[in-house]
Nanobody, 126 residues
Framework: QVQLVESGGGSVQAGGSLRLSCAAS?????????MAWFRQPPWNEREGIAA????????YYADSVKGRFSVSQDNAKNTLYLQMNSLKPEDTAMYHC??????????????????WGQGTQVTVSS
């Protein structure tokens, strides 16, 4: 049974940093999975902001976070991270990690994500 548990959200002032964690269970990062970070502000649709193939390769970043956010993974801990720097008020959202078993193709097929964490709130004040 796959479970994803996010943590690390909170309130921060603009320009600050946060690091989100997503602890995965039910599969190993050595398996072929796509993992991603999504966010959903209260006034907007859910947005996929970063995607990664757990067995290596490049990371996709949405233009809205490119250069400020970075994804990393700790295979020993089966944990995905989202380092968020230079935060802006418009980054305020509920952040979720998600995954699906990779069977070919790119990890930015957002509709394919089937496993979801409960989310962690990030609030950035000006």
């Amino acid at each position: 049974q796959v479970q994803l548990v996010e943590s690390g959200g909170g309130s921060v002032q603009a320009g600050g940093s946060l690091r989100l964690s997503c602890a995965a269970s039910g599969y190993s990062f050595s398996a072929q999975y796509c993992m991603a970070w999504f966010r959903q502000p209260p006034w907007n649709e859910r947005e996929g902001i970063a995607a990664i193939y757990t067995r290596g390769g490049g990371v996709y970043y949405a233009d809205s976070v490119k250069g400020r956010f970075s994804v990393s993974q700790d295979n020993a801990k089966n944990t995905l991270y989202l380092q968020m720097n230079s935060l802006k008020p418009e980054d305020t959202a509920m952040y979720h990690c998600a995954s699906f078993p990779w069977s070919g193709g790119v990890c930015t097929r957002w509709a394919w994500y089937t496993y979801w964490g409960q989310g962690t709130q990030v609030t950035v004040s000006s």
